[in-house]
């Protein structure tokens, strides 16, 4: 069975986040590098290579940035709108544009939750500058873009629509979502009982793509957001991206060094930037360049959970290490039935 194992480059400068890389350098795609093969060869489940559950042949090859709406690389990576769904589903706060009394607009800092569908349901103080000019006019827009590093590198969305009050059941349930997710804020964000619930109903998304994407600008339709799955690993990536950069740092180099298509002895430092269910993004310093490269591995098929993903990123690492020493083992001799 045949499958493909894509390495794409990206030109958008991203920082390095956990120190493998200098950080003084930013991370920019060559301007050609000659494609890699890499052979994946598994036996039977009875032999060594227990692990390898198929038999794959897999070559890297260079994919370039996608524009804006196109949907070529929804087999390598997340669309537009799934990663939209992502960084809003792990933000949990943002910045709510509204419009003042005298036609300015207002930018405040706000929390929220999420219903089913990925809508905003917005956490108000009653008496907040924000909340009469909602009530005035409720046509306000939503920034969100992840705090912390590695997720700060995926993208930004901002949900434009407008807003309608909860009714006093679903404020009750959302009030009691709120407690639990944003347990911590205190002083001026801490939950009053008079805390108002309002949805915000969207109309379209403004999207912004970071890691492994041309940073281009994009609308995406209100449809296409909500239908939109946040990706599974979501709340996990962090922590693996962590782990495997302190723990595993012999691994992530090798994968690097595979992905760039230079020896290991020649490849100075990887990083682990972020993990999806398609694919792992990297930063990569070689001799071959005076910067970092970004990019991205793509898993011969989703991974379903975290574990799942470490399983997937071992893999890797051991198939880069068989291909760095020219490792291939024998496929034992099957009889006909």
């Known amino acids: 069975m045949e499958q493909i194992l894509h390495r794409s480059l990206t030109s958008n400068p991203v920082k390095p986040v956990l120190g493998n890389i200098v950080a003084h350098r930013q991370l920019v795609a060559p301007a050609h590098s000659s494609p890699a093969l890499l ?167 403004f999207y912004v793509g970071g890691i492994g994407s041309t940073s281009a600008a994009e609308y995406l339709d209100a449809e296409l957001y909500r239908s939109a799955e946040p990706d599974p690993l979501r709340r996990d990536a962090p922590a693996l991206v962590s782990t495997f950069n302190r723990e595993r740092t012999e691994d992530v180099l090798r994968v690097g060094a595979f992905a760039v298509g230079q020896p290991i002895e020649q490849t100075y430092a990887a990083e682990l930037l972020w993990i999806d269910k398609q694919g792992v993004y990297l930063s990569v310093l070689t001799a071959a360049a005076e910067a970092a490269v970004v990019c991205r591995v793509t898993f011969h098929r989703p991974v379903l959970d975290e574990r799942d993903a470490r399983s997937v990123l071992t893999l890797l690492a051991q198939v880069a290490w068989e291909r760095e020493r020219s490792y291939e083992p024998a496929v034992p001799a099957t009889s006909s039935p």
């Open 39 to 205: 052979q994946l060869c598994d036996l039977q489940p009875s032999t060594r290579s227990r692990r390898h559950c198929t038999v794959l042949r897999a070559a890297a090859i260079l994919s370039p940035p996608t524009s804006p709406g196109t949907e070529a690389s929804a087999q390598t990576r997340p669309t537009s709108a799934e990663t939209a769904r992502t960084i809003v589903d792990i933000s949990h706060f943002g910045t709510l544009s509204t419009v003042s009394e005298t036609g300015s607009p207002l930018g405040t800092f706000i929390t929220y939750v999420l219903d089913e569908r990925g809508e905003a349901l917005l956490r108000l103080r009653a008496d907040a500058v924000h909340t009469r000019n909602l009530q005035r006019n409720p046509q306000c827009s939503l920034f969100i873009q992840p705090q912390d590093l590695p997720a700060r590198l995926l993208a930004r969305a901002t949900l434009i629509g407008e807003v309608a009050p909860l009714d006093s059941s679903a404020a009750a349930a959302a009030a009691q979502q709120h407690a639990l997710l944003h347990y911590s804020s205190s002083g001026i964000d801490a939950p009053q009982p008079t805390d108002l619930f309002y949805r915000l109903n969207i109309h379209e998304c």
